[in-house]
T-cell receptor
Framework: GAGVSQSPRYKVAKRGQDVALRCDPI?????LFWYQQALGQGPEFLTY????????KSGLPSDRFFAERPEGSVSTLKIQRTQQEDSAVYLC?????????????FGPGTRLLVL | RKEVEQDPGPFNVPEGATVAFNCTYS??????FFWYRQDCRKEPKLLMS???SGNEDGRFTAQLNRASQYISLLIRDSKLSDSATYLC??????????FGDGTTLTVKP
């Protein structure tokens, strides 16, 4: 069956450019997560959605980062006025329910390079 | 200090060896615990959940010590295909997972 998909897989942006990263979770999954993973580090939590509601955005590093999931399925992570420190892999994950013991299924990530 | 800490390694072991990874967490309110595996340039995938009583899945054994806020993963009879980065994950609530930076394992013939 289809897993979590993300697009684009690779994105090169010039400093100051806006980017939009898309996540298609597994169909029917209620929970959706965004993470940022820098080279040599583990994924860092950015934000969490339960259906269309953004319940936790405590990990977003600045107000340049914005995420939405308007219909409770596809989600978009937008980064405005990109900076070089935004270069990282952005991972999306989904889980079936809302329990804290749920398995998270990750997409392949979007590798963002800001020049 | 990070909320979840792991020895980064790398661990270089021969095939057939037994290797153990440790992970400590600082938030005593943590409720659930996992080990994920991440291959180079790939996404993390769940290896196993960690239960209070300890649990085993084939060659893999996970242990949790809540009093010491410590989690371990033991791999027996290492295979070449076990080479990867192992991520310790701690959840305090349904919405937020905190990952360690991972321990890198290389199994050599």
């Amino acid at each position: 069956g289809a897993g979590v998909s993300q697009s684009p897989r690779y994105k090169v942006a010039k400093r100051g450019q806006d980017v939009a990263l898309r996540c298609d979770p597994i169909s029917g999954h209620v929970s959706l997560f965004w993470y940022q993973q820098a080279l040599g580090q583990g994924p860092e939590f950015l934000t969490y959605f339960q259906n269309e509601a953004q319940l936790d955005k405590s990990g977003l590093p600045s107000d340049r980062f914005f995420a939405e999931r308007p219909e409770g399925s596809v989600s978009t992570l937008k980064i405005q006025r990109t900076q070089q420190e935004d270069s990282a892999v952005y991972l999306c994950a989904s889980s079936l329910g809302t329990s804290r013991i749920e398995t998270q299924y990750f997409g392949p990530g979007t590798r963002l390079l800001v020049l | 200090r990070k909320e979840v800490e792991q020895d980064p390694g790398p661990f270089n072991v021969p095939e057939g060896a037994t290797v153990a990874f440790n992970c400590t967490y600082s938030n005593s309110a943590s409720q659930s615990f996992f080990w994920y595996r991440q291959d180079c340039r790939k996404e993390p995938k769940l290896l196993m959940s960690v239960y209070s009583s300890g649990n085993e899945d084939g060659r893999f054994t996970a242990q949790l010590n809540r009093a010491s806020q410590y989690i371990s993963l033991l791999i027996r009879d290492s295979k070449l295909s076990d080479s990867a980065t192992y991520l310790c994950v701690v959840n305090t609530n349904a919405g937020k997972s905190t990952f360690g930076d991972g321990t890198t394992l290389t199994v050599k013939p």
